[in-house]
């Protein structure tokens, strides 16, 4: 369980009415008797895993939330960025495979969405018992070769970047002590996305996929949202939500609502 316990966080909502819980987090363990599914979060570029904290008070108690932590932020600050795409997804796949078997759900944004899919591919060529139920993409057009949306390499750019995309407390970046600690990361992610070269033609994962998006989201407008039709050889889904490119703050209860909805419906059939 090493690449478990580097590469997964579970977070769980501690005990109390479920109005009033706050969700709590640990380093991954083997999950719980109770746990009968899995949803596995990935967060955008220069994000980490307690993004997601907040889905734990909305999912039932018998699925287990886990959210995928990048090197190269919080208790990984140390170790490097990923340098490719590939890299990543290898070892998000790896820690994936690892798990024991439980339906799961798996839910990408951003940039997260296209770790995903290349987890989802490198699952179904050497780990088919993994692969989940249904892949969520959120926030990103399927992939592309030419990736002409992503802004320059310099600080500003990037940060100018990130403020117009209505990131979760962009006012982190202007405490020069946490800039210093956050800044490499998002270095390291868009530098990563702007090395990503996708297979062409397009490679299909074998499992359905629902794309979801806001519906003023200029990077991945909701027209663009059908392009992952392609990139399935199973059923597609797409829903538009009203918000920027994070539509997803504070609809946490309505996306937990869609991934109990998918596991619910895989089990029974």
């Not at 490719?84 to 078997?101: Q, S």
């Not at 998002?186 to 033609?201: C, I, V």
């Not at 797409?238 to 946490?252: A, C, D, I």
Request: aromatic residues 8%.
């Amino acid at each position: 369980m090493q690449d478990a316990d580097r590469w997964l966080k579970r977070f769980t909502p501690a005990a109390g009415p479920a109005a009033g819980r706050t969700p709590g987090t640990a380093a991954y363990a083997p999950p719980a008797a109770r746990f009968r599914s899995r949803v596995v979060c990935l967060p955008h570029a220069g994000g980490a895993a307690p993004a997601y904290q907040p889905w734990a008070r909305h999912l039932p108690a018998d699925i287990e939330l886990l959210a995928v932590q990048y090197p190269g932020r919080q208790e990984r600050l140390g170790e490097p960025c990923s340098d490719t795409l590939g890299e990543l997804a290898d070892a998000v796949a790896a820690a994936l495979a690892a798990l024991p078997v439980l339906p799961t759900v798996v839910f990408g944004h951003s940039m997260g969405s296209l770790v995903a899919y290349e987890t989802v591919l490198r699952l179904a060529r050497h780990a088919p018992q993994a692969l989940p139920v249904r892949l969520f993409v959120s926030g990103a057009p399927a992939p592309v070769q030419d990736r002409t949306n992503l802004p320059a390499p310099d600080d500003a750019s990037l940060l100018a970047y990130v403020r117009n995309q209505g990131a979760a407390q962009p006012e982190v970046y202007d405490i020069p002590e946490l800039r210093e600690l956050l800044m490499p990361s998002l270095r390291g992610d868009f530098g990563m996305l702007a090395r990503y070269r996708p297979a062409r033609p397009l490679a299909r994962v074998p499992v359905p996929v629902t794309a979801l998006g806001g519906d003023s989201d200029a990077g991945c407008p909701p027209e663009s949202l059908a392009t992952w039709a392609d990139a399935t050889t199973a059923d597609f889904a797409s829903r538009v939500f009203p918000g920027g490119h994070f539509y997803l703050q504070g609809r946490e209860d309505t996306l937990a609502g869609l991934v109990t909805t998918a596991l619910r419906a895989a089990a029974a059939g």
